[in-house]
């Protein structure tokens, strides 16, 4: 009887804090008020005859006032909303304990110092330091010092071969645009100006005298954040002399390309120049910088395929492309003529494996990837076969570079349930060990991961790691999350994230399908999901989610869909092809407005993926059939959405996210709401500080949880 009792007054009791919690909901969502957004509905575009309205275009113009203000009454909403969530302070205690943990990287060698990154918990940026054999480390540099909120970062260093000099990056914000700061690495002394105004660039040093880097040319109209900027330019910087004397190396008006990249050979006798219009594909050339005024050549003047120099010795520039191999293989290029007609086989292709190569101690590693999970071999300078590394698990590997000399290397194994961990090889024997393990407070036995297979609308074969606690019960009501990318040849690999322990610990599932448009499969599975194939990484995604309901993993209510980037664009093309298929959606630094995505900042580039609506009428068809901005409806009950964006995103403009939450508010007609969090002094994602990101996470999951009805 006194069981019965208290079954009945707990029963009671959780009724009423759940009809609780659905009030202030519905009290919330009531008192939701969005900003007005001015409407323009002369700015009108004509495509092969078709008329396009444009109503908020004015928000691609980041520099006016009017821009300003509209973005901060959006943000005073959005944050006005996420402050009636009761629980939000909580999950921002939780991930500032679940991320005060100390993280190191592998060490690796310059000169006669070992450096190594280091963040002591929650410090905003990673600390470079470096030390001396059998002496204490000590800071190097600290990019926390950049700034007082540490939103500044350091994006890139490399050293010169004796390790006496240092070039480094910085970004300020997040923007793409970056600044190089040379140092003399033994006394930690700045050498001569900062170079201002480099963007998408490596740095590459020629000996001690000088170093190889790329930029545009500024937009002189509008913002340098959303200007075009179409035409890369490698330039070499002489030591001592200013920015303004740097030798033109390649590009500019005789050879227009959008994204031009230097590197130096290990041998330091060749700089090896890519030279590519879009995403996809590259011409190669070579200089010899050992004689004075040598020419450039070209290896390779086919931009359609993918081509690149993994190393070179006295005999050969051992080459890997994509040219008849689209899950790529590796070819032996002769010195003396190294033109593509003299090319030998080396490493042949695998059946269904796409790879990426790196060297060390003298050999070659090369990374395949199978499903999503790395398999890592190693060869030697003849293209033999040696062994098969044997890593601690299914998963995700990264590492396996370093100098011809080094005798071990340091490589890196996680996965979704299991904390990046660092191994170091013994590169004669094979052998590898725990050099360290990870800190965070984690307990991966309680967790697991496993592959599912799926079919899409055509009938193709995805596959789709699910992650989540052991003993989950599959009754539909779990919160889950399905995260997706689909384009650019990008492979989503198991990998662990701090953000999800919240997720996870919180009877949360995890879903990653590894969607066509990716490199997952080698190159036909890329194939398969660009230009007019694009509908099917769409399709593939919705499959997931469907997939998910129909074995019980959770329903619409409990389900969200993320992305960013291009992962935003398939959410913003999900949600809109499927408003039913899911409680919410955060689509991240979108690319929204496929008629117009071009003409932002390197936009052009992405081309060889999407099209572009000035193409062709069948193109400007297509993409209009799917663009998430032209397709949101009036009258259509869309999922809880929370755009995310940021001021300095100068890669895919917040402009995109802009007009799609101005339309979607203006469009939705059921009561869930349509937020958009746009982050300031942060760019398209790298470098944030870790308060911003633990911000950024927090709202998320409590934007998620609190849409979802589910009491934290």
């Known amino acids: 009887m006194n069981g019965f009792t208290i079954k009945t007054i707990f029963s009671a009791l959780l009724f009423v804090i759940i009809n609780n919690i659905m009030a202030q909901q519905n009290d919330i969502s009531t008192k939701l008020h969005y900003p007005t957004t001015r409407k323009d509905d002369t700015e009108i575009d004509n495509y092969f005859g078709s008329p396009v309205c444009d109503p908020y275009r004015w928000l691609e113009n980041d520099t006016s006032v009017e821009t300003k203000e509209w973005v901060k009454a959006e943000n005073k909403v959005t944050q006005s909303f996420l402050n009636q969530i009761p629980f939000r302070d909580k999950i921002r205690k939780q991930l500032n304990e679940v991320w005060n943990y100390e993280t190191l990287s592998a060490p690796f060698k310059e000169g006669k110092y070992t450096y190594f990154y280091k963040n002591s918990g929650l410090q905003n940026q990673n600390v470079l330091y470096r030390q001396l054999e059998n002496e204490e480390p000590e800071v190097f540099i600290d990019p926390n010092l950049f700034s007082e909120n540490g939103t500044t970062s350091m994006s890139d260093i490399e050293f010169t071969k004796d390790g006496l000099l240092a070039a480094y990056q910085i970004s300020e ?53 959303s200007g075009k900027t179409n035409y890369h330019k490698l330039y070499y910087h002489q030591l001592g002399t200013l920015q303004s004397s740097d030798k033109l190396i390649f590009g500019g008006d005789e050879r227009k390309r959008r994204y031009i990249n230097g590197g130096i050979t290990e041998n330091g006798k060749w700089l090896i120049i890519s030279a590519a219009n879009y995403t996809h594909g590259n011409e190669l050339y070579i200089q010899d910088i050992t004689k004075a005024n040598a020419p450039i050549i070209p290896i390779i003047e086919n931009i359609n395929n993918v081509h690149g120099v993994v190393d070179a010795d006295d005999k050969y520039f051992y080459i890997r492309t994509d040219f008849k191999a689209p899950n790529c293989k590796i070819m032996a290029a002769p010195i003396d003529k190294p033109q593509q007609e003299n090319w030998k086989n080396f490493i042949r292709q695998k059946r269904n494996n796409s790879f990426n190569s790196n060297t060390c101690g003298g050999y070659i590693f090369n990374t395949y990837l199978k499903e999503g999970i790395s398999t890592v071999i190693q060869f030697d300078m003849h293209g033999k076969k040696i062994r098969t590394i044997e890593l601690p698990g299914i998963g995700t590997t990264y590492g396996f570079d370093g100098k011809r000399t080094d005798k071990e290397l340091f490589y890196v194994f996680t996965s979704y349930t299991t904390p990046p961990t660092i191994y170091k090889l013994n590169i004669e024997t094979g052998k590898s060990d725990i050099f360290r393990k990870s800190a965070v407070k984690f307990k991966s036995e309680n967790f697991e991961s496993k592959q599912v297979f799926f079919r899409s609308k055509d009938g193709t074969k995805i596959p789709m790691i699910i992650t989540h606690k052991k003993g989950l019960k599959l009754d539909g009501k779990n919160p889950t999350v399905l995260y997706g990318y689909g384009g650019f040849g990008v492979n989503l690999k198991p990998g662990f994230s701090t953000a999800n322990i919240f997720l996870l610990e919180n009877g949360g599932v995890y879903a990653v399908p590894n969607l066509r448009g990716g490199n997952e499969y080698g190159g036909k599975w890329y194939a398969a999901g660009i230009r007019t194939k694009k509908q099917n990484v769409f399709d593939d995604f919705y499959a997931a989610a469907d997939w998910l309901k129909e074995n019980k993993y959770t329903t619409t209510e409990y389900l969200a869909i993320s992305g960013g980037s291009n992962g935003g664009l398939l959410v913003g093309a999900t949600m809109t092809q499927h408003p039913d298929v899911c409680k919410v959606a955060f689509p991240a630094v979108g690319v929204l407005d496929m008629l117009r995505y071009h003409k932002f900042t390197a936009g052009a580039g992405w081309a060889y993926d999407y099209g572009t609506s000035e193409d062709s009428k069948k193109m400007f068809d297509y993409l209009s059939s799917y663009s998430p901005l032209h397709n949101l409806v009036a009258g259509t009950n869309y999922p809880a959405t929370l755009i995310t964006t940021a001021d300095h995103d100068d890669r895919v403009v917040p402009a995109h996210s802009f007009k799609f939450a101005a339309t979607l508010q203006e469009k939705n007609s059921g009561d869930n709401p349509v937020l958009i969090r746009i982050e300031t002094k942060a760019g398209h994602g790298a470098g944030m500080s870790t308060n911003q990101l633990i911000e950024s996470v927090t709202d998320k999951w409590a934007f998620m949880f609190w849409n979802m009805g589910i009491i934290l």
């Open 173 to 225: 914000g997040g923007s793409d645009w970056h600044k190089i700061i040379v140092l003399d690495a033994i006394t930690k002394q700045q050498i001569g100006d900062t170079l201002i105004d480099i963007k998408f660039s490596s740095i590459a040093w020629k000996g001690k005298e000088g170093f190889y880097y790329s930029s545009y040319d500024k937009p002189k109209d509008g913002s340098e954040l």
